[in-house]
C-alpha cells in the first residue's frame, strides 16, 4: 500500500435554496483516499455532485461539513499544489499557448531561462510545437485543452485535478487526447482525480474507478483496474475491458435511473 | 441586397463611408446655394471653407485648436489617471464598491456644464477652470464604466489563475487588468469623445481663446461660416482622435482580433 497523498474526510455541501426554495444537498459526506501516484475517475450521473467534490478539492468551494487533507494539511483556499482543468475553455485570451503554459512558472518566480526550457518541454509533450505564439483563439478546442493539461503540468503539482477535459471533444480527438494524457501519466507518474460521465474514458485511464450515486452525490463502488500499463486503445476491445465496462454500465444505469425519478 | 451581418471588404467600406459625406454636403449646398435657406442663417460650403482659411491664415485659428485640443487631452489625461484605477479597485473588491458606487452613481448625472459658473468661481477663468470642466464631464463616467467591465471579468478564468497560484493581487495584475484593458481602452475613446462636448462649453463662457470662444465671437458677428468652420473642425479632430485610438488598441491587443 503507497502512501496517501490525498484525504477527503466526510465532505459535504449543501447549497442554499434559491429564492427561496429548499437547500440543495449536492454532496453526502464522503470519504475518499487517494494514494501516491493513482490515477482516479471519478464517474457518476450529470449532477451528482463530481464537479463540486473537485471545485472543493481544488480550493474554490467551500465543503459544508467535512474536510480534505493534503499531505496531511487541511486544505483552506486554492494552491498550486493542486493543478486544475476545467471544462470549459479557461485559457487566458490575451496570453500566448507559451505564455498560458508560463503562467503558474511566472507567479512563482521562476527566471525566465528555466521557465522557457519548462514551458519548451510541455509545449513538446502535448504536441504544440509551432503553434507557441498562437494566441487560444486560434487553437481548436482539442489544442486548448491540451494547452490547459500543459500549463497545469508545467506547475509541478501535487496532484493533478481534471473536471470533464474532453467532454466537448469529438469521439476521435477525445480518444486521442485520453492516449496522450495517460502517456504523461505513465511516464510521470502524477497523481491524477479526474471526472467524466464516460465509462470507457473512466476504465481506460484509471487505476481505480469510483463509482458516485445520483443526487445527493455519495461514492457507491470503488473499483480497481488491473489492466497493464503501458495501455494502448486496442485494449478497449479485450474481454477484460469489456466485462468491467458491463460492471460499470450496470452501476451507472441504476443511478441515472433514479436521477431520472425512473424506478 | 446585404443579407444580415454579412461583412463587406475594406474597399466598399471606405467608398460608402465616404459617399456619405459626399451626399451630405451636396445636400447643404444644395440647400444653401440653391437659395432655400437664407445665408444669415447658413453659409454655403463654399463660403464656410473661405471664412475657414481667413481664419487659419489671418485669425490665428491654429492657435486656438491647439489650445482647446491642450484642455481636452489635459483635462481627460488627469480624469483617466485617477478613474482608471479607482474603477479597477471597485471592480475587483466590493466593499471599496459599495461604498463608492452610489456617491459615484449620483456625481455621474451632475452636468459638467452646470459647474462652469461654479468652477469660475473657485478657479477664476484661467486653464485650471477648463480642465477641470473636462475632468469633472469625465471621471465619474470611467469610473464606473471600468468598474463594471472589471466586475464581469469571467469568473473561470479567475479561478483558473488561483488553481496556478495566483495571490489576490496577482489576480488583479494578472488577470483582472489584462483581460479588460482593451474595453477600458474602449471606454476611454468614448468618454474622450464626450469630452470634447465639455470643452466647447466651458469655452463659451469666460474665456478669450480655443474653439468655442471663436464660436462665440463668430455668433456676434453672425459669421454663420466661421461658427460652422470651428463646428466642422471638432468633428474632424474627434474623427482623427478616434481613428488614432482604434490603430492604437489594435496594435496594443492583437489577441482582440486574433
Ligand atoms: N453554485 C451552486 N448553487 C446552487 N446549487 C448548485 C451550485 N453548484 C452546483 N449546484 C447543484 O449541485 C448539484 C451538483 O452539481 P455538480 O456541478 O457538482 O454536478 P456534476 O456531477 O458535476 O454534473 P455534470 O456531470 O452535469 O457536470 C446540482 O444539482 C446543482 O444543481
Ligand atoms: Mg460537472
Redesign the pocket.
Known sequence: MSSTILQIDNVS?V??G?RGGAP?R??EPTNLQVAKNDFITIL????????????IVAGL?RPSGGRVLLNGREIKGPGADRGMVF?SYTLFPWLTIAENIAYGLREKGVPKAQRQEIVASYTEKVGLRGFENHYPKQLSGGMQQRTAIARALANDPEILLL??PFGALDNQTRGLMQELLLGIWERERKTVLF?T?DIEEAIFLASRVVV?SA?P?RIKADIPVELPHPRHYTMKTTPEFSSLKAQLTEEIRVEAMQAEGVH | MPRPLEPVSQSTRITLGISFFVLFVAAWAFATLGGFVSRTFLADPITMVQDGWLLLTRFGFLSDIGVTVWRVVGGFILAAIIAVPLGILMGAYKTFEAFLEPFVSFARYLPASAFVPLLILWAGIGEMQKLLVIFIGSVFQIILMVAVAVGNTRRDLVEAAYTLGSSDRGVVRRVLIPANAPEIAEILRLVLGWAWTYVIVAELIGSSSGIGHMIIDSQALLATGQMIFGIIVIGIIGLISDFLFKAFNRKLFPWRLA
Open positions: 455541501r447549497f442554499p434559491v440543495v449536492a454532496l457518476g450521473p450529470s449532477g451528482c455532485g463530481k464537479s463540486t467534490l473537485l471545485r468551494d471544462q473536471d470533464e471526472v460521465h458516485m443526487r452525490g
